[in-house]
């Protein structure tokens, strides 16, 4: 059984930091491909990153690049995103997401993640 859970969320004024973590059990983050999405209110739940199970390939949506980086720490089975320069349209609940099987590619498309974690807020006021 694979369980995800969130931490690291808060409030935050416009420009600060943040950083969420992903802590995998029931299998090893090096095996597969983890995401980060995130669901503002009255919004559908969008992509933000991704990166292989090796580490060796990431992905972001264009409205985090340059701010958001995505790492993995395979000796703890812990995926992160670090958000820098936050701005007051990065406020949702962030969620992170394994895929269903080892070794795929990490993608951008939510329903190719099959494993979810319960989300953490993460609020930036102006």
């Known amino acids: 059984q694979v369980q995800l859970v969130e931490s690291g969320g808060g409030s935050v004024q416009a420009g600060g930091s943040l950083s969420l973590s992903c802590a995998a059990s029931?299998?090893?983050?090096?095996?597969?491909?983890m995401g980060w999405f995130r669901q503002a209110p009255g919004k559908e739940r969008e992509f933000v990153a991704a990166?292989?199970?090796?580490?060796?390939?990431?992905r972001y949506t264009d409205s985090v690049k340059g701010r958001f980086t995505i790492s993995r720490d395979n000796a703890k089975n812990t995926v992160y995103l670090q958000m820098n320069s936050l701005k007051p349209e990065d406020t949702a609940v962030y969620y992170c997401?394994?895929?269903?099987?080892?070794?795929?590619?990490?993608?951008?498309?939510?329903?190719?993640?099959?494993?979810w974690g319960q989300g953490t807020q993460v609020t930036v006021s102006s």
């Open positions: 990166i292989s199970g090796g580490g060796g390939s990431t």
């Open positions: 997401a394994m895929r269903v099987r080892p070794f795929m590619a990490p993608t951008t498309g939510r329903g190719d993640y099959s494993y």
């Open positions: 029931g299998r090893t983050v090096s095996e597969s491909a």
